[in-house]
C-alpha cells in the first residue's frame, strides 16, 4: 500500500519561499512507471497542477505555466521522497497543498494535504 | 490553460443516476483518451474513481463509469447512496501537461 506523508509550515510570509515535503512509502521516487506531482486547491482557483517529477533512466520535470519560474521540485532518493519549493509568494498562494502519484495519467494516491497559508 | 467546464451542481434520490459532464476543447479533452475522474469529501484528499476516460481503480465500485465524446466527457453514477454525496471533479492530459475541472457538488436527496 502507498502512503504519501507531506510535512512543512502552514505559514509563509509575502515575498518567502513556500518549502514542502512528501516521504513515499510502498513505492520508490525512482520508480520507472509513476510521477510524483503537487497539486494545490484553493477556492478561488480551485485544484490546480503545479508539477511533477519523475525518473525514466534519466531525471525529468514539468510544470505549470502559472508558476514555471518559480517552482522547484526535487526528488530525494537517499531518503525517498521529493519536495516542493515555490519561491516569492504571495497571498494567492494561500491553499491547500497535495502531493500526488502519477500512474497511467490518473493521480491514485494523494498526502493528506497542508494548508499553507501566505501572511505576515 | 483554461479550467474544465463543470455543472455546478448534480443531485438525485437514493437509487437514481447521476451524470456529470466535463467539457473541455480539442487541446485536452478532445485530444487525449486520458480524462480521469475524482471524489472528494469535506476535508479529505480526492480520490480516484475513474482514469483513461472509463476505467475503474481496484476497489471503485462498478456503479461509478466514465465516458468521452468529442470534447466533452461524462461520469455516471449508478445506484445513488448516502456516501455518493460529494464534490466530483474532472482532470485531462493537456500537454502542460494537467488541467482540472471547476468540479461539481453532488448531492443524494
Known amino acids: 500500500q502507498v502512503q504519501l506523508q507531506q510535512s512543512g509550515p502552514g505559514l509563509v510570509k509575502p515575498s518567502q519561499t513556500l518549502s514542502l515535503t512528501c516521504a513515499i512509502s510502498?513505492?520508490?521516487?525512482?520508480?520507472?512507471?509513476?510521477?510524483w506531482n503537487w497539486i494545490r486547491q484553493s477556492p478561488s482557483r480551485g485544484l490546480e497542477w503545479l508539477g511533477r517529477?519523475?525518473?525514466?533512466?534519466?531525471?525529468?520535470?514539468d510544470s505549470a505555466v502559472s508558476v514555471k519560474s518559480r517552482i522547484t521540485i526535487n526528488p530525494d532518493t537517499s531518503k525517498n521522497q521529493f519536495s516542493l519549493q515555490l519561491n516569492s509568494v504571495a497571498p494567492e498562494d494561500t491553499a491547500v497543498y497535495y502531493c500526488?502519484?502519477?500512474?497511467?495519467?490518473?493521480?491514485?494516491?494523494w498526502g493528506q494535504g497542508t494548508l499553507v497559508t501566505v501572511s505576515s | 490553460q483554461s479550467a474544465l467546464t463543470q455543472p455546478p451542481s448534480a443531485s438525485g434520490s437514493p437509487g437514481q443516476s447521476v451524470t456529470i459532464s466535463c467539457t473541455g476543447t480539442?487541446?485536452?479533452?478532445?485530444?487525449?483518451?486520458?480524462v480521469s475522474w475524482y471524489q472528494q469529501h469535506p476535508g479529505k484528499a480526492p480520490k480516484l474513481m475513474i482514469y483513461?476516460?472509463?476505467k475503474r481503480p481496484s476497489g471503485v465500485p462498478d456503479r461509478f463509469s466514465g465516458s468521452k465524446s468529442g470534447n466533452t466527457a461524462s461520469l455516471t453514477v449508478s445506484g445513488l447512496q448516502a456516501e455518493d454525496e460529494a464534490d466530483y471533479y474532472c482532470?485531462?492530459?493537456?500537454?502542460?501537461?494537467?488541467?482540472f475541472g471547476t468540479g461539481t457538488k453532488v448531492t443524494v436527496l
Open positions: 510502498g513505492d520508490s521516487v525512482s520508480s520507472n512507471s509513476g510521477a
Open positions: 517529477t519523475y525518473y525514466r533512466s534519466k531525471w525529468f520535470n
Open positions: 483513461e476516460v472509463s
Open positions: 482532470s485531462s492530459y493537456a500537454g502542460t501537461p494537467y488541467v
Open positions: 480539442s487541446s485536452d479533452v478532445g485530444a487525449y483518451n486520458y
Open positions: 500526488a502519484r502519477e500512474i497511467g495519467e490518473g493521480f491514485d494516491y
